[in-house]
């Protein structure tokens, strides 16, 4: 397609983990689609270039230097920022946002997003999970439960490639699995003291988005087999990870129906009085920032949480003065995000004589046991509970020769990290705006993040204290010690909400295909339509809802109904 064309069959806001899947999808479906890219070209392969550094290769042997990191207090707080991933990360002065309470918005802007960082841990919500609010009273009911999404969860999960085990856990559903990684002894050993404990909680492997062995629709990709490297936030030159890169924006690319435009940032979508539908998309150019204004009969709205909040809200017109199909005056409210804050650490007398091999991309994990089935604390909903045990270098000694270089390469004790991943409950008072003074290097207004804790997720924290320390005692371990991160929402990565689905356009901004109440060629399926956030990692769901609304609009395209 030449790219001075601005008439598309579809327009896709971000090409991170959904908008992706946007691309993938409606051009495999026969769309000709524009995704646009606020950040820079990110090749697959050819622009990770940190991706065989040995330690030696960096100044810094990877890490950030005092300095560099006063200059950017918020970004370098995140795990994943080091000297060799650095470049993937936007930094604090490059987008400003105001924040009324701490908040640390960690970004990515270039093609593929945060798909190129992100975690990959990768469940399944359980019928529970979509029942929740209805059942305990928060929110608002989702339009949509598990049976409407269990066939999109395989799709997607036999495309991007999920390691796990059939669990056969009702709380936390099985789903298309490429094998398992395997604990190491020590592990298994805590899973069998905790599950003969605890029977209703269950100790499983962590499921992870990694190829643990490719299968042809992988190799078609010109995937491989994950090494266990455990670089992944680098760039995979294997593409053994899933992310837009290695997969669906080459898959997107392959149909002829793509054009990709980079360095455009999206200021608002425009409103057409006449027919009631967006017609198309206000661009700034990053760069030289001329303004251009792209037409597409249908647009799907994934810049990530908050950049896609901001976006709607900044979409004003006479019809939709507070932000496009913000009749209710919701949109920008009711953000949640997940609680990281409890940590725990143990010792355990492990075999001395076994180790482990590798670097294993997850961590085991034991599904949420609190509220699951009915609500029986004095908080709402509950946690999901991540650990692993290794075996760290022994006490640097003093000492000369070959004696002193042998000891000091023995392994030491068996250590164990255990941390909480929290549900949050969404409310009115955790919100985004626009600022009416501050704009950005673009023109556009900054975004004003009001988001903090509550009394239930400090409740919820303690009672993760408690339980993961009974739990860990009984599994006879010792020195345990539990302490409160104390960091401000966002390090999670994990923000929610905003432009939730529900059933009625007077207390939700979607509906159970993801398109705005009103304004149905507009669909928004990344973190930002969440009605809840479930304790699952949700970057799985967010593909699932993806792929199902892509195949609803191009249908609804082709039929002339959008």
Request: glycine residues 8%.
């Amino acid at each position: 397609m030449p790219e001075q064309n601005t008439q598309f069959d579809a327009i896709v806001i971000g090409s991170g983990i959904s908008g992706g899947w946007a691309a993938k999808e409606l051009c495999e479906k026969g769309l000709k689609t524009l995704v646009l890219e606020r950040g820079r070209n990110v090749v697959h392969k050819k622009d990770y270039p940190t991706a065989n550094f040995n330690p030696w290769d960096m100044p810094h042997r990877g890490k950030i230097p005092p300095p560099e990191m006063d200059l950017d207090p918020i970004v370098s707080n995140c795990y994943a920022y080091k000297e060799d991933t650095k470049h993937f990360f936007v930094k604090d002065n490059e987008h400003p946002y105001i924040q009324e309470k701490p908040f640390s918005w960690i970004r990515g802007y270039q093609v593929g997003g945060k798909s190129l960082l992100w975690a990959r841990q990768t469940q399944r919500w359980s019928k529970y999970d979509f029942e929740a609010p209805l059942r305990d009273g928060f929110a608002v009911d989702w339009p949509i439960r598990y049976n409407d999404i269990d066939a999109w969860y395989s799709y997607v999960e036999k495309f991007a490639g999920i390691s796990g085990n059939k669990d056969g856990l009702e709380v936390l559903p099985d789903g298309e699995f490429l094998p398992a990684w395997e604990m190491n002894c020590v592990e298994k050993i805590l899973q069998e003291k905790i599950m003969q404990a605890y029977p209703d909680r269950h100790v499983i492997q962590g499921r992870c988005a990694h190829l643990t062995e490719p299968t042809a629709e992988h190799l078609a990709q010109g995937r491989g087999q994950c090494m266990a490297r455990k670089l992944c936030e680098r760039g995979c030159p294997f593409g053994a990870y899933f992310s837009s890169n290695s997969s669906t924006i080459p898959a997107a690319e392959k149909t002829g129906n793509m054009l990709l435009k980079t360095n455009a940032v999206v200021e608002s979508i425009v409103y057409d009085d006449q027919t009631q539908k967006a017609s198309g998309v206000r661009v700034v150019d990053a760069i030289t920032h001329e303004v251009t204004v792209y037409n597409a009969k249908i647009i799907f709205v994934n810049a990530a949480c908050l950049n896609t909040n901001l976006i709607l809200l900044n979409s004003k017109s006479t019809r939709f003065p507070n932000g496009l199909g913000n009749d209710n005056g919701l949109m920008g409210k009711y953000i949640a995000f997940h609680n990281y804050r409890g940590n725990i650490t143990a010792q355990f007398k492990g075999p001395l004589d076994q180790y482990y091999y590798g670097r294993r991309p997850t961590q085991v994990m034991m599904p949420s046991f609190k509220n699951v089935l009915k609500q029986e604390t004095d908080f709402l909903r509950g946690y999901m509970v991540h650990f692993s045990a290794s075996r760290a270098g022994r006490p640097i000694v003093d000492g000369v020769g070959a004696a002193y270089k042998e000891a000091i390469t023995e392994p030491g004790d068996w250590s164990i990290y255990m941390m909480m991943q929290g549900e949050t409950i969404p409310k009115e008072t955790n919100h985004v705006s626009l600022s009416e003074y501050e704009r950005d290097n673009w023109g556009v207004p900054q975004l004003v993040v009001s988001v903090d804790y509550d009394e239930n997720d400090e409740k919820l924290l303690q009672d993760f204290f408690k339980e993961g320390k009974a739990m860990l005692e009984k599994a006879g371990c010792t020195k345990i010690n539990t302490w409160d991160s104390k960091q401000p929402p966002g390090l999670d990565i994990h923000e929610m909400g905003g432009v939730r689905m529900g059933k009625d356009p007077n207390t939700s901004l979607l509906n159970q295909f993801n398109q705005l109440h009103q304004c149905k060629n507009v669909f928004v399926t990344d973190g930002a339509c969440m009605t809840s956030t479930g304790n699952q990692n949700p970057s799985l769901t967010f593909m699932a809802l993806t792929a199902r609304a892509a195949d609803y609009a191009a249908e609804q395209v082709k039929l002339g109904l959008l």
